[in-house]
């Protein structure tokens, strides 16, 4: 049986994000270990819970996502980020 891959949803919509959520969830590959609200919030996830795959909104309040990314990306070069 193939490991679940492990998705954080960085959203500061709480319905989308909620949604999104419940919609791979859903799905039997993917298993979501963290929300975050903001950029910020994104990083410290990313740090902590050592996700496979994190979604990614570009435009948030705070940190936005572009600088989340580069960020992430200085930390943790292998977690993917769409």
């Known amino acids: ?3 679940k891959c492990r998705v954080v949803i ?6 989308l994000r ?4 419940s919609m791979l ?3 039997g590959q993917y298993e979501v270990v963290g929300e975050a609200k903001d950029g910020r919030e994104a990083c410290r996830c990313a740090a902590s819970l050592s996700p ?3 979604l990614m909104d570009l435009a948030m309040p705070g940190m936005n996502g572009i600088d989340a ?3 992430i ?3 943790s070069p292998l977690i993917r980020i769409v």
């Open 1 to 3: 049986m193939n490991a």
């Open 10 to 15: 960085a959203e500061d919509h709480h319905l």
């Open 18 to 21: 909620r949604g999104l959520s």
């Open 25 to 27: 969830s859903g799905l």
């Open 52 to 54: 496979d795959l994190i």
């Open 69 to 71: 990314i580069a960020t």
């Open 73 to 75: 990306k200085r930390r």
